[in-house]
């Protein structure tokens, strides 16, 4: 079993920035893929970053340049660096994880372990 939580949300103004962490426990029998989605109010869920379990990146258009995604495998947590936020920006952030590797990094079907999320609201 393994759980997620996340936290480091909250509300900034537009240009501000945010960091978000995900921590990650449980039974590890494998190297494992890690990515951030996010969801705003009447919007599907979006891949917003990933990392795999051979650590390559990868970034939304949208976040990239402004995003930075980093992971510590020692702690089994993953950060996300949230900087020139947007209004657009505003949503539930999720973590996920699923081991090995995704064929699909940014896109949730391909993760089964999700957290409950944390809100991030950017004001203009």
């Known amino acids: 079993l393994v759980q997620l939580v996340e936290s480091g949300g909250g509300s900034v103004q537009a240009g501000g920035s945010l960091r978000l962490r995900c921590a990650a426990s449980?039974?590890?029998?494998?190297?494992?893929?890690m990515a951030w989605f996010r969801q705003a109010p009447g919007k599907e869920r979006e891949g917003v970053a990933a990392?795999?379990?051979?650590?390559?990146?990868d970034y939304a258009d949208s976040v990239k340049g402004r995003f930075t995604l980093a992971r510590d495998n020692a702690e089994n947590t993953m950060t996300l660096q949230m900087n020139s936020l947007k209004p657009e920006d505003s949503a539930k952030y999720y973590c996920?994880?699923?081991?090995?590797?995704?064929?699909?990094?940014?896109?949730?079907?391909?993760?089964?372990?999700w957290g409950q999320g944390t809100q991030v609201t950017v004001s203009s």
């Open positions: 996920a994880l699923r081991f090995g590797t995704a064929p699909e990094p940014l896109e949730e079907e391909d993760y089964n372990h």
């Open positions: 449980g039974h590890f029998y494998s190297r494992y893929s």
């Open positions: 990392i795999d379990s051979i650590d390559m990146l």
